[in-house]
């Protein structure tokens, strides 16, 4: 780490975890490709098997790049520890399999990524456990689904792609009532917009592959635990043992040791390093993401086929006076759904597009549309459909880095087709 604490978390995210004295003066860390360690004597490797040592010994555990990735996350969004995965739904999986057993339930907002949706709806199901999905914003509807199995709460800070804005800090109070820890998926805001800890939450996740890394690269996850959750309070019997030896850290603790090392969800380190490369211009990509998102926003306000958008940077959308509470002041995101007349219009709309790429992907410095109903939610009934508020005439929009002018120009010219 280096000795200086810089406050701005446009410095910080280029100085926290660095430590070049160790990488022999290279400024970025090296990749360490390597399935294992050696050890010079059966005495060190006996003793970091015990934990006494912080050496390595496996890559499916552990690895001195991914090690710099997890100090820098967990800086940036202010946590005690993070453990960095393969997928940002490996980091979902283990803390839910961290958190939950056989018989177990969960409060989980219903504005939910595909894939959480279907791990949370259906997956979970065959093992006993039970999601209650509750509308994200609805705070009252939170605190009645819980009971004496539920385990924690869980929500999206800016959930995808209905792009509504919970409660942070009113979800973690009444989280906090009831014993639980608050659960945030914070892909879509990054910790440059909102830093839920800050907020109250209890855990951190992040798709890495999103806007952390920022080029489209390198697939990714991490779990960040604020190491502030009292792990005592009565919920989490099998927590003990982690709590004994790892205290405020006892979460992170079972995530890695029991789910992430056996699971073998391990980040390969080639993405740890593109996504620390990608890292070093978040700050910078998200000033330009936040401000195209707002014009991009009024543009397709003031065209006629563009029936609604939902972008919480309107005024009117109801989860503006959150968003602004919640965020710093520079922006609201950079995704935002919209709805055109019906699914024939979508097509021609996106087939029309020549900059703008059509695309199962989000948070990339370029500009990205999909229409999910006939994509990512194609094999979706259409009750979990009508749930997660994906109808045929939608298109979601993540705003890259373009110049604005020419992603407007795009999307006109498209608009003017249809
Ligand atoms: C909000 C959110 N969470 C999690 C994920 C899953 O991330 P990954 O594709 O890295 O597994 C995504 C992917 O789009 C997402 O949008």
Redesign the pocket.
């Known amino acids: 780490m280096s000795s200086v604490k810089y406050q701005d978390f446009r410095t910080r995210v280029l100085h926290e975890g660095q430590t070049p004295a160790d990488w022999q003066g290279s400024t970025l860390p090296p990749i360490h490709q390597a399935a294992a360690n050696r050890h010079h004597t059966a005495e060190s490797l006996s003793d970091t098997f015990a934990g006494k040592t912080g050496e390595h010994i496996y890559m499916r555990l552990s690895n001195p790049t991914n090690k710099v990735l997890e100090q820098k996350l967990a800086s940036l969004e202010g946590g005690a520890g993070a453990v960095v995965t393969s997928?940002?739904?490996a980091a979902?999986t283990n803390t839910c399999m961290a958190l939950l057993r056989a018989g177990d339930e969960f409060v989980s907002g219903n504005s939910l990524?595909m894939?959480?949706y279907v791990l949370f709806a259906n997956i979970f199901k065959k093992y006993a456990i039970t999601a209650r999905l509750v509308e994200s914003t609805d705070l009252a509807a939170i605190e009645e689904t819980i009971n004496e199995r539920t385990r924690f709460i869980y929500l999206?800070t800016i959930g995808?792609p209905k792009i509504d804005v919970p409660d942070l800090a009113g979800a973690a109070a009444i989280a906090h009532r009831h014993g639980l820890p608050l659960v945030v998926?914070s892909?879509?805001a990054t910790p440059y917009l909102c830093r839920p800890i800050e907020l109250g939450a209890d855990v951190i996740i992040h798709?890495t592959?999103?806007y952390l890394s920022g080029h489209g690269d390198a697939?990714?996850?991490v779990v960040i635990d604020s190491g502030k959750f009292d792990w005592q309070g009565g919920r989490f019997p099998d927590l003990q043992p982690f709590i004994d030896r790892k205290g405020p850290l006892a979460f992170l603790d079972k995530v890695w040791r029991e789910h992430h090392i056996n699971f073998g969800t391990t980040q390969a380190p080639l993405h740890s390093y593109l996504t620390m490369l990608g890292l070093d211009t978040m700050a910078l990509r998200m000033e330009r993401h936040l401000a195209n998102a707002r014009q991009v926003a009024e543009f397709l306000a003031s065209r006629p086929e563009v029936k609604w958008i939902r972008y919480p940077g309107e005024p009117d959308n109801p989860s503006h006076r959150t968003a602004v509470a919640q965020f710093n002041d520079l922006g609201f995101g950079g995704v935002l759904s919209f709805g055109l007349a019906d699914q024939e219009k979508c097509f021609k709309f996106i087939n029309s597009l020549k900059m703008v790429y059509n695309l199962a992907n989000?948070g990339d410095c370029r500009s990205l549309v999909i229409h999910p109903y006939s994509s990512q939610y194609l094999a979706f009934a259409e009750s979990a459909r009508q749930m997660l508020s994906i109808t045929p005439e939608m298109i979601r929009l993540s705003v890259g880095i373009e110049a604005v002018d020419d992603i407007c120009a795009d999307l006109g010219q498209a608009l003017d087709s249809i």
């Open positions: 997928s940002g739904m979902i990524f894939s959480t999206e995808n998926d892909t879509l798709s592959t999103k697939t990714g996850g989000l």
